[in-house]
Structures are given as structure tokens and as C-alpha cells.
């Protein structure tokens, strides 16, 4: 059972924006400003797409953004393109538990 | 360039103990905190633990405490992780990755080594 729960699969039409939710509770998600996103393509390592929570490492297009109210964060990817299909998890500083981690979403594009 | 180079595949049989590595290099070592995760076949990622390179701190998950030893050499800029008394459950891929924030440890991996697949089966 993963600490971060994220739901198992979204989907959405080439153009359009799907986002991504990522709810923990109040002493680690509601806390902390320490909130990543990864991409992970299949048979890859996963990739840095979102740091502390909406901060976009240089190379990550700026269809990826961030956000966080309250217990949950989330992940939006507008203008939805073929090669956005890919698993994506989040991560939330937990302070005396190390890193949490959501269970991961299985993004398709249709 | 900043990357981590990760020791190959394994193979063990239940109840034996393995070692991987992960080198680093292009970057300064001892700055960094270097995280170690793992992935099941077709399941999702699980974090392990971290390293502090210097002083050579570590930090477990409670889950895995017990079953794991980290470690690193600063004269090699390696960090390892010991996986003892294996289970077919700990059949998965193994990834070693490099923290964002110079200093303290954060949730944040900007670098991943590509990952050693272990394989435990009698």
C-alpha cells in the first residue's frame, strides 16, 4: 500500500489536458513544499519532471506544470501529445519516514 | 557529464545476500545524497533508503531495515546497498538516483542510474 495515493490511470485526446492527483495528509503532502513528479516510459528509468511542486527542471517541456492545495498535489500536462504515454509518480518529503511515494498513474493517450 | 553507472545483473537463490553498487561521477560526491528504489515487474517504485556521502549517514524505510545495509566509498565515489536474506519478492529492478539539493536530502532525483535487475529464484 503505498503512502501517496494516486489513481491507477488517466487518459485523455491529443490537445487536450489531463492532471493527475496525489493526496497524502497534513504531516507530509500538507506540509512540505517537497513535492516531485517523475515520468517513467516503459523499460526506463523514471525522469524528473516536477520538483518542489511546480518547479520544471531545465529540458522539461512547459506543457508539464504543478500545483498543491492542501493534502493533495497535482500534475497537469496540457496540450497532450503521443509521447506524454508513460507511468507517472509523485514523491513527498515525509520528514521522519524518508520519501514517500504514490502508487503511480498509467497516462494514455487515446 | 553528472551520471550513475550501476553494477549488472543478478541472479540468487533465496536466502543469499547481494551487493549492488552504484558509481557516481561528474558531479561533487560527498554534496549529495544519493537514494536507492526499487521496482517489481510490472508494480510500482518503492524507495529503499538514502546515503549521505559525507559524513556516510544512512536512512532505511522501516520496511526494509532489517533486510538492508548502505554503504559508500568516498575514495571511489561509490555508494553501495547490501539486500540480504533475498525472497522471490525481492525480484525487481533496482535503481540508484541522485538528489537535486545540495546538502540536506529531499524527495527530488534529478539523475538515475539505469537500473541492475535482480532476480531471486531457486
Known amino acids: 500500500q503505498s503512502a501517496l495515493t494516486q489513481p491507477p490511470s488517466a487518459s485523455g485526446s491529443p490537445g487536450q489536458s489531463v492532471t493527475i492527483s496525489c493526496t497524502g495528509v497534513s504531516s507530509d503532502v500538507g506540509s512540505y513544499n517537497g513535492v516531485s513528479w517523475y515520468q517513467q516510459l516503459p523499460g526506463k528509468a523514471p525522469k524528473l519532471i516536477i520538483s518542489d511542486v511546480n518547479q520544471r527542471p531545465s529540458g522539461v517541456p512547459d506543457r508539464f506544470s504543478g500545483s498543491k492545495s492542501g493534502n493533495t498535489a497535482s500534475l497537469t500536462v496540457s496540450g497532450l501529445q503521443a509521447e506524454d504515454e508513460a507511468d507517472y509518480y509523485c514523491t513527498s518529503h515525509g520528514d521522519i519516514k524518508g520519501v514517500l511515494l504514490g502508487g503511480g498513474t498509467k497516462l494514455t493517450v487515446l | 557529464q553528472v551520471q550513475l553507472v550501476q553494477s549488472g545483473a543478478e541472479v540468487q537463490k533465496p536466502g543469499a545476500s547481494v551487493r549492488l553498487s552504484c558509481k557516481a561521477s561528474?558531479?561533487?560526491?560527498?554534496?549529495?545524497?544519493i537514494h536507492w528504489l526499487r521496482q517489481a515487474p510490472g508494480q510500482g517504485l518503492e524507495w529503499m533508503g538514502m546515503?549521505?556521502?559525507?559524513?556516510?549517514?544512512?536512512f532505511s524505510a522501516q520496511n526494509f531495515r532489517a533486510h538492508v545495509t548502505l554503504s559508500r566509498d568516498t575514495s571511489t565515489t561509490t555508494v553501495y546497498m547490501e539486500l540480504r536474506s533475498l525472497r522471490p519478492e525481492d525480484t525487481a529492478m533496482y535503481y540508484c538516483?541522485?538528489?537535486?539539493?545540495?546538502?540536506?536530502?529531499?524527495?527530488?532525483?534529478?539523475?538515475w542510474g539505469p537500473g541492475t535487475m535482480v532476480t531471486v529464484s531457486s
Open positions: 538516483a541522485k538528489d537535486h539539493n545540495i546538502g540536506s536530502w529531499t524527495e527530488s532525483f534529478d539523475i
Open positions: 561528474g558531479y561533487t560526491f560527498t554534496s549529495y545524497h
Open positions: 546515503v549521505n556521502p559525507s559524513p556516510g549517514t544512512t
